[in-house]
């Protein structure tokens, strides 16, 4: 698991990209998200890694 810092783009939005390795095919997996606040950008990073893969 490879977590980012959320970073600020243009028009005052959030994005952040998360990678995750699945331990049974032994591939990353990138997931990238945009979010009005950086509040919701890091919601949606607990809500990824929280749930069961």
Partial sequence: MAVAEPKMIKKGKWRIRLKNKDPITNTWKDKMFTGKTKK????????FFGKKQ
């Fill in 40 to 47: 919701a950008v890091e919601a949606f990073e607990t809500h």
